[in-house]
């Protein structure tokens, strides 16, 4: 059984809450747990909201700092668009560098299915870490 709850709006105790929240017969789960988990939970989850967001995975496709480099990131994105129009792709530019990602993943597990069907079009795209991926975004 697997559990996602959106904890940005949320204290600790707000957490485990809605965590131990049931409706109908769908069963209910009670979670007991010390205190103190409720502030380390409550602790993550401001830091969580200070930061805009959280530590997550996209696969990258391109990364080129030639002169031409502008021009060969956006051929990946309309490639990228054609075949995967469906996901949320960036082109970004932090100088010297052109780099185009696609999806938003928590894990780098969570991400590998992408890179799987990506690695076919794009033979050398690989998962790579990013900060403050929103949690709207996630896939």
Known sequence: MAVYLNGQ????QQFF???SYSKG??????????PELENM???HIDMNKRNGGIDGFRIQLYLGS?????NEATEVKK?????????????????????VQVGDFRSKN??????????????????????????????
């Not at 017969?25 to 010390?34: E, F, K, L």
């Not at 469906?86 to 780099?99: G, L, N, T």
């Open 110 to 139: 969570e991400a590998l299915e992408l890179y799987r069907s990506l690695k076919k079009e794009f033979p050398s795209c690989y998962p790579v870490p990013v900060n403050n991926i929103s949690l709207s975004n996630l896939q």
């Open 66 to 70: 030639s002169n031409n480099a502008k």
């Open 25 to 34: 017969d769908s069963g209910r789960v009670n979670v007991i747990q010390d």
């Open 41 to 43: 939970v409550g602790v």
């Open 79 to 99: 490639k990228l668009l054609s075949l995967f129009s469906d996901e949320k792709i960036y082109v970004m530019y932090e100088a010297p560098f052109w780099r």
């Open 9 to 12: 709006n949320k204290t600790g």
């Open 17 to 19: 809450e809605e965590l």
